[in-house]
């Protein structure tokens, strides 16, 4: 049996594979392994908490905390994200992580790569839901995570909504 890698694979989320590559923000993944999906799914039942009536309340304070240690044990470094202006104002400390570019005849800021577990905090802490999802999907799916498929803009689909079948990590949140 072929053990899969723990290197960090690149990957292009499929909201970004339309773009010109230069502009396509990459994520790098490490494959989850099943002690490590045991690891999450006890974070999320942790923020379930059932009543003596048999209801389920959901803690959301826990489950956002819950997806945070997910997103941050899962990505281990960003490339090319672009970060809205607006963000740098309300983070300061990104100021000294940006470079300026031109996208599209555009002004944008860029942070070229960073490994930093706070901007990849504060990436997923800005981040829409089935973005995180689409990560955690595709960590768990090992079928993506050959290096044949890490940074295609061809690729196939990996989400739930792109008709592909799935293994693996399923959606813990819920919306």
């Keep these: 049996m072929r053990l899969l890698s723990r290197k960090p694979v690149p990957y292009v989320m499929e909201g970004d594979r339309g773009k010109p590559e230069d502009q396509q923000t990459v994520f790098y993944i490490i494959p989850v392994r099943v002690e490590e999906q045991n690891e999450a799914v006890?974070?999320?039942?942790?923020?379930?908490?059932?009543?003596?009536?048999?209801?389920?309340?959901?803690?959301?304070?826990?489950?956002?905390?819950?997806?945070?240690?997910?997103?941050v044990k899962t990505v281990v470094r960003i490339e090319n994200m672009a970060v809205p202006e607006d963000l740098i104002d309300e983070y300061p400390r990104l100021k000294d992580m940006v470079v300026e570019k031109t996208w599209d005849g555009e002004k944008v800021y860029v942070v070229e790569s960073c490994e930093d577990e706070w901007f990849i905090k504060m990436v997923g802490e800005t981040m829409m839901i089935d973005e995180i999802n689409e990560i955690f999907e595709v960590s768990a799916d090992r079928g993506r995570l050959t290096p044949s498929e890490k940074k295609s803009l061809t690729s196939l689909p990996t989400s739930s909504s792109g008709g592909q079948k799935k293994s693996g990590l399923k959606n813990f949140t819920t919306v």
């Design 42 to 71: 006890a974070r999320y039942a942790r923020a379930r908490q059932e009543t003596r009536g048999g209801q389920v309340n959901i803690k959301s304070s826990k489950l956002t905390a819950a997806d945070l240690t997910t997103f």
